[in-house]
């Protein structure tokens, strides 16, 4: 156990001391310009990704993001470039990233790790980052994104916003970008495993006017519209979960009548006696 503990304790140091280094372009450069150091710290990285301690993980995936998204004031789009391609070359290395996630979602912990590994796909995926990634790497991390099947819908009941949030940018990217057999797949999936459903009555019926609520109804809004639009059995199913006469109604060209501030007052006095 000892043991254990000094091996942790020396992994997190060295990821640490790679993290504030990286926040340097001239150290991004050197690293660049010297293949040996470079693949040794990204290749460390990645093994530290699969340690059971989550700190660990989540401070080498803290590590794998920061190459993936450069940060620094002008950023330098070749750079990017060749550090993506250094972080997801080879393509099998990504396959982890699906693993821990589906893992951590079982398991209901990690959630730093998993923010950090959904913001990973974010910088590979979704604009304007995305024009920076390779056409094969695109593809190759869309197709893994795509094939976590239900477990993908389990991230937007998460209770930790930051996850929440990357896997509705995700979700759009996928519909966005994705094959239109990818899509309809995704969609039938959303359709059999009721996320649809649970989807709209959050965009329908969650109550509060905190900031997270308005961010959980939104979101909700957003994702019955990436699911329902342009697939027939979705848009038939919310078809037939609206009442006929709700839908006349809110199709009706009229404005709604005004009601006078004292006809108002009295519907309240009669209500309340």
């Known amino acids: 156990a000892a043991a254990d503990l000094e091996a942790r304790d020396c992994a997190l140091a060295a990821l640490s001391a790679m993290r504030r280094l990286l926040c340097s372009k001239a150290a991004i450069d050197a690293m660049l310009s010297t293949p040996e150091l470079g693949h040794g710290v990204v290749g460390y990285a990645w093994g530290c990704v699969e340690w059971p301690h989550l700190e660990v993980a989540g401070a080498a995936m803290d590590v794998l993001v920061v190459l993936l998204h450069l940060r620094s004031e002008v950023v330098d789009l070749a750079q990017e470039v060749a550090c993506k391609r250094l972080v997801l070359d080879p393509p099998s290395r ?7 996630l589906t893992t951590q979602l079982r398991c209901g912990t990690g959630a730093v790790l998993l923010s950090l590994i959904l913001e990973g796909f974010c910088y590979v995926l979704c604009h304007p980052h995305a024009e920076t990634t390779s056409g094969e790497a695109f ?3 869309l197709t893994l994104l795509s094939s976590l099947g239900r477990v993908f819908f389990k ?3 998460h209770p930790c916003l930051r996850v929440a949030k990357a896997a509705g940018l995700l979700m759009a990217a996928l519909i ?3 094959e239109q057999g990818m899509v309809d797949t995704v969609r039938l999936d959303a359709l059999c495993e009721g996320a649809l459903l649970e989807q709209l009555h959050h965009a329908l019926f969650l109550r509060g006017t905190d900031a997270r609520a308005t961010f959980h109804r939104q979101l909700s809004q957003r994702l019955v519209a990436l699911w329902a639009t342009s697939h027939l059995p979705s848009s038939d199913m919310l078809m037939r979960s609206i009442p006929p006469p709700l839908l006349r109604m809110l199709s009706v060209p009229e404005a709604p009548p005004t009601t006078e501030p004292d006809e108002l007052v009295q519907r309240r006095r009669n209500a309340s006696a």
């Open 155 to 157: 991230l937007f009941s």
């Open 176 to 178: 966005q970008e994705g």
């Open 94 to 100: 990504c396959k982890l990233l699906a693993t821990t």
């Open 139 to 141: 593809s190759q991390m």
